[in-house]
Nanobody
Framework: QLQLVESGGALVQAGGSLRPSCAAS????????MAWYPQGPKKQRELVAT???????NYTDSVKGRFTISRDNAKNTVYLQMNSLKPEDTAVYYC?????????WGQGTQVTVSS
């Protein structure tokens, strides 16, 4: 079983930066691909960034050049560095991983970007 705990969300002005993190339980973390999914008000969760166990990354077009996903296997943690934030980035940010076709989610961390 995998537990994911997000933190680091906050209220920030447009143009600012945040780096939420997602801490995972257990050494299995290093074998997993991880992903970040924001869920804005009245919206579905959408995939914005992924990182494989080998460190390869992928981003949706809306965040390319602004967001960077990274991982620290020694700390069992994945990060999402968010720069040049926009009001439309306001969302609860969830991390997710999959083990044997079962999806694990954290409880989310709120990011609010004021204009």
């Amino acid at each position: 079983q995998l537990q994911l705990v997000e933190s680091g969300g906050a209220l920030v002005q447009a143009g600012g930066s945040l780096r939420p993190s997602c801490a995972a339980s257990g050494s299995i973390f290093r074998t997993l691909s991880m992903a970040w999914y924001p869920q804005g008000p009245k919206k579905q969760r959408e995939l914005v960034a992924t990182i494989t166990r080998g460190g390869s990354t992928n981003y949706t077009d809306s965040v390319k050049g602004r967001f960077t996903i990274s991982r620290d296997n020694a700390k069992n943690t994945v990060y999402l560095q968010m720069n040049s934030l926009k009001p439309e980035d306001t969302a609860v940010y969830y991390c997710r991983s999959t083990i044997n076709r079962y999806d694990y989610w954290g409880q989310g961390t709120q990011v609010t970007v004021s204009s």
